[in-house]
């Protein structure tokens, strides 16, 4: 029987209900952690997880300060890009999740969020506002344009910023010179309610890129492999994402009758077939979340 789902229209709910259920299920959000500037000249710094970047070339990062849920009020950080539409886009790691936490206080604007955090306030180089000297990573940014997506109550304002300079902190980024270590990084994202979660450790894992060659796709498997209970769809996109001339051959499947974990099971079971098949499913399953795809590979096949 398959899971029941609850079908909901947004319009159905009052704002504050439905709010809840959006952020909840779009997760996890990285945090756009922005220093802002007002025309006086004083300083605003919160944190916002409706962000993402748009392009490299050039390079665009957008992020959204919403109207607030409760009276439509709009955010410090809207009003100052109107009027300095320039900012800073801050990257957070796990080591001041607490502290940007704190910046997202609704203090009277004018009130400088960097004294109340406890941040190091640096000059920009290319910008007026100022950056955190604790991020990570940090990109100066002119605001190119601010689109209204409503007038309602949590309606969002989509702040579209090109990227003038950035600032990577030297340890995270990788020794080729090129590109950022994840790990180093230990960047948070936003989940609903009071949750985040940390971008490091055992929550990163990667997935071979199909656009590097051409996998053969879920419905070219062999059916025994497509159709079995013990293989999961993410297991069935790893063997799917092999070319069709990197599948091993007979011949090579049959000498691997010879591999001591692949014989052992093969005589344990001689027997009893259904049971040697589950059993080399299950051992081309371990094989395949190991990464050793075309070991996998080999005794699935030897299951058929």
């Known amino acids: ?87 800073v886009i801050h990257i957070c790691d796990y080591a001041m999740v607490e502290q940007m936490s704190l910046a997202s206080t609704e203090y009277e604007r004018g009130i400088n969020e960097f004294v109340k955090a406890g941040f190091t306030q640096v000059p920009s180089q290319q910008v007026r506002p100022p950056r955190v000297l604790e991020a990570p990573a940090a990109f100066e940014c002119v605001v190119e344009q601010v689109i209204e997506l409503g007038q309602n109550n949590g309606a969002g304002n989509l702040v579209l910023c090109r990227v003038v300079l950035a600032h990577f902190r030297q340890d995270i980024i990788l020794p080729s010179g090129v590109g950022i270590d994840p790990q180093k990084l230990d960047a948070i994202a936003r989940l609903g309610g009071d949750w985040y979660t940390r971008a490091s450790g055992s929550s990163l894992f990667e997935v071979p890129k199909p656009n590097r060659h051409l996998g053969i796709g879920i419905d070219q498997l062999p059916e025994h492999m497509r159709t079995s209970d013990l293989l999961t769809g993410n297991n069935l996109g790893r063997l799917a994402n092999i070319e069709a001339q990197s599948i091993p051959s007979a011949e090579e499947v049959e000498a691997f009758r010879q591999e001591p974990l692949v014989s052992y099971t093969l005589n344990k079971f001689r027997d009893e077939p259904q049971q040697q098949r589950q059993e080399l499913m299950l051992l081309g399953k371990k094989l395949l979340e190991e990464g050793r795809l075309l070991e996998a590979w080999k005794v699935l096949l030897l299951a058929a």
């Open 1 to 87: 029987m398959s899971t029941p789902f609850r079908s909901i229209v947004p319009s159905d709910l009052k704002p504050a209900d439905w709010h809840p259920f959006m952020v909840g299920a779009v997760a996890p959000r990285p945090v756009a952690f922005v220093s802002t500037q007002a025309a006086d000249g004083s300083v605003n710094l919160s944190p916002y997880s409706f962000f993402n970047c748009f392009g490299s070339n050039p390079p665009i990062l957008a992020f959204s300060p919403a109207n607030r849920v409760r009276d439509n009020s709009q955010k410090h950080t809207l009003q100052n890009v109107r009027e300095v539409p320039e900012c």
